[in-house]
């Protein structure tokens, strides 16, 4: 399994943008589809975006296609979450997740431990 570490989040204002990273340890990133969940207070964790394990593909939420960028730098071992034009109902703690079997992130083998995005109107 790889270990996953989450950062970049923070507090910002409707409309801004904000980037997170996920940074994975251990020599197999490449062989993992990677993705972003998240999870907003009261809610359940949802699906975010997926990326496959060469960054050929990618699959986002409806809720998100066209704000959103989902990217991978395998040679540093780092998934991208590019966040655009920020909503309320962005704000949730979000989190990296690793499938070295699904593209669409059917059943994660890891996860990181959350990084906190609010946004505010």
């Known amino acids: 399994q790889v270990q996953l570490v989450e950062s970049g989040g923070g507090l910002v204002q409707a409309g801004d943008s904000l980037r997170l990273s996920c940074a994975a340890s251990g020599r197999t990133f490449s062989s993992y589809n990677m993705g972003w969940f998240r999870q907003a207070p009261g809610k359940e964790r949802e699906f975010v975006a997926a990326i496959s394990r060469t960054g050929r593909s990618t699959f986002y939420a409806d809720s998100v296609k066209g704000r959103f960028t989902i990217s991978r730098d395998n040679a540093k071992n780092t998934v991208f979450l590019q966040m655009n034009s920020l909503k309320r109902e962005d704000t949730a703690v979000y989190y990296c997740?690793?499938?070295?079997?699904?593209?669409?992130?059917?059943?994660?083998?890891?996860w990181g431990q959350g990084t906190q995005v609010t946004v505010s109107s």
């Open positions: 997740a690793a499938d070295q079997t699904s593209v669409t992130m059917r059943e994660p083998s890891s």
